[in-house]
């Protein structure tokens, strides 16, 4: 840390880039409240930036990298003065999985706050504006969230985090260490901050969590609920026209919330599901705690409660240990669970979790990246087919941005699949479409109505 070294001008205007998961652009929006709310200005880019919040993603070792070589480049750059370069802050998993290593391997940071302790940013930036160490990793039992400015401008699209962190253990994952044990938000505050983003603007609302469906709360009368409970509570807020949930794990899928897709008006047919193998023995060593079969069960139920749904995954190749026969497995389920979208990794050993000690195990890289290409391969044809599938069907799109073209508007559908619309109904209303045209990871449509339902 560039500490005592020299006392730096307190920075007037901040940029937040964010990398990895939703919960970190929830995350990054929140800081850029708070630095605003402060009087900072936001600015363009990171290189008009007085201040550059880096809030890092830690899952996989290439996302961890590559904050190194952005700091590098950030640091490169001088200030508007022409003199120091910008206040450099590392945030997010990789600030709490490295902390003060991060301080070691480079001179140019000058913060490293972590994700519970990002409200604690502008005090960090007063310190190291005075040249102090600026370092907090703490993960408090208070929460972050009730000290943070209320929600400002929101595209038609939100993000609103429910649940943080992770008991679930999966051998493979740093989550359960860089984001900590499973909290679930209070309702009450829930309900509050969705009315907040609606009434910034928001038609659309995602709940986020690493493991969304393990939130658990009181209803009014302080009986506990599950986050069906929670989007039931939130059909109820007016204005809002569609809610969304993401990540999901497969144990924690209740008959509650599969029954909340089939009479949920504004709950969205889509749900990510993510089964990471379709090996049992691999499910095992994953610490998955759920089997092939039981996966396909529950997608068998959920279809069973809205049968048009979009399935989405998550999946791994080349853990330690995956055998030809193994990966055959997973291209199993796969064809039958036949998935709208996906994403597909491969097995990356993250410092510090179990899976990364089974080094004697380890699948070649050539071997896991045919297989990454085969997977991904079946993937986007499905990907394909479902778009294609689509076209004919007449349904309601949330414009969300300008296409390329003048004229044309980018919305999603209830499956969360891009449209290109012509049409000149704002940025953030609901029209109705017929869809005419599919591609691997966009659709055409022509409007039928301007003003369509969820
Ligand atoms: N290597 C590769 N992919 C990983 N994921 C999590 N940890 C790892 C890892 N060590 C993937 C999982 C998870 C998604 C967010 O990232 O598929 O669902
Ligand atoms: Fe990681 Fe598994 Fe928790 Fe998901 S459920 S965050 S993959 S430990």
Redesign the pocket.
């Given at each position: 840390m560039s500490q005592g070294t020299t006392t730096k001008t307190a920075p007037q205007s901040y940029f937040v880039k964010s990398f990895g998961?939703q919960m970190n652009v929830y995350d990054g929006e929140r800081m850029a409240e708070l630095l605003g709310d402060k009087g900072m200005q936001a600015a363009a880019s990171a290189d008009e930036a007085d201040l550059v919040v880096l809030n890092t993603c830690h899952?996989?070792e290439k996302a961890a990298e590559k904050v190194y070589s952005d700091i590098g480049r950030i640091a490169k750059r001088a200030g508007k003065d022409g003199g120091a370069k910008p206040m450099i802050a590392v945030a997010g998993c990789v600030a709490q999985a490295e902390g003060a290593e991060i301080v070691r391997r480079t001179k140019d940071v000058d913060i490293v706050v972590g994700p519970q302790a990002y409200h604690n940013l502008p005090e960090l930036v007063a310190k190291a504006a005075r040249g102090e160490s600026a370092l907090d990793t703490d993960m408090p039992a208070a929460s972050k969230f009730s000290a943070l400015p209320g929600r400002k401008k929101q595209a038609p699209s939100a993000f609103l985090t429910v649940q943080e962190g992770c008991d679930k253990f999966c051998t493979?994952?740093?989550v359960p260490y860089t984001r900590g044990a499973e909290i679930s938000r209070p309702r009450g505050d829930l309900i509050d901050e969705a009315k907040a983003l609606v009434d910034a603007g928001a038609k659309e609302i995602t709940l986020l969590g690493q493991n969304v469906n393990a939130w658990t709360g009181e209803d009014e009368a302080g009986r506990e609920q599950g986050l069906d409970g929670l989007i039931r509570a939130l059909d109820r807020v007016e204005g809002l026209a569609r809610i969304r949930y993401t990540?999901s794990h497969p144990n924690d899928m209740t008959q509650g919330l599969i029954d909340a897709h089939g009479d949920v008006a504004k709950l969205m047919p889509y749900l990510h599901l993510?089964v990471?193998s379709g090996s049992d023995p691999i499910l095992k060593a994953m610490n998955r705690s759920h089997a092939a079969e039981s996966y396909l069960a529950i997608i068998e139920r959920v279809r069973a409660a809205r049968p048009d749904i979009a399935i989405s995954g998550?999946?791994?190749v080349g853990f330690p240990g995956e055998s030809d026969e193994d990966f055959e497995a997973t291209l199993d389920i796969v064809r039958a669970t036949s998935y709208a979208q996906a994403?597909s990794?491969?097995?990356?050993?993250?410092p510090g979790?179990p899976?990364a000690e089974m080094d004697d195990t380890f699948v070649p890289a050539e071997i896991a990246d045919d297989r990454l290409q085969r997977l991904q391969a079946l993937l986007n044809e499905q990907q394909q087919a479902f778009n294609q599938a689509s076209v004919g069907k007449t349904t309601t799109l949330l414009l969300e941005r300008n296409g390329k073209k003048p004229g044309q508007k980018i919305g999603k559908s209830p499956w969360l699949q891009s449209v290109h619309v012509e049409t000149d109904a704002p940025i953030g209303s609901l029209v109705e479409v017929e869809l005419v045209s599919a591609g691997p990871n966009s659709l055409g449509g022509v409007i039928i109505a301007e003003s369509g339902g969820s």
């Open positions: 998961c899952i996989r493979y994952c740093v990540t993510p990471q998550d999946f791994i994403f990794f491969k097995y990356s050993p993250r979790t899976a």
